[in-house]
Nanobody, 126 residues
Framework: QVNLVQSGGGSVQTGGSLRLACVPS????????MAWLRQAPGKAREVVAT???????NYADTVKGRFTISKDNPRNTLYLQMNSLKPEDSAMYYC????????????????????WGQGTQVTVSS
């Protein structure tokens, strides 16, 4: 049984920072590709940052330079550091994971991932 438990998030003003955390259980952390996704009301779920099992990072253009995805292998924790937040960053954020391959999908497709966290709300006020 694979579980992803998220923490962090909350409300912040424009320009502020937040950090999200995701703790997986039930698998070997270092063998999975992981990502952070978000979904705003009325919008499709989008991948904002990915980190593969080798540690390679990628970001959506909308968050590049402001968000940082990282893994702490000894602590078995995935992070998303979000700086210079904007109102358009407001959304429900999810961590996600898939074992080794992206199952024929782009890493930036939500369909690439098989395991999901419970979601955490991020609200940025102007």
């Amino acid at each position: 049984q694979v579980n992803l438990v998220q923490s962090g998030g909350g409300s912040v003003q424009t320009g502020g920072s937040l950090r999200l955390a995701c703790v997986p259980s039930g698998y070997i952390f270092s063998t999975y590709n992981m990502a952070w996704l978000r979904q705003a009301p009325g919008k499709a779920r989008e991948v904002v940052a990915t980190i593969d099992s080798r540690g390679s990072l990628n970001y959506a253009d909308t968050v590049k330079g402001r968000f940082t995805i990282s893994k702490d292998n000894p602590r078995n924790t995935l992070y998303l550091q979000m700086n210079s937040l904007k109102p358009e960053d407001s959304a429900m954020y999810y961590c996600a994971a898939v074992y080794r391959s992206y199952r024929g999908h782009s890493p930036f497709s939500p369909d690439a991932y098989t395991y999901w966290g419970q979601g955490t709300q991020v609200t940025v006020s102007s």
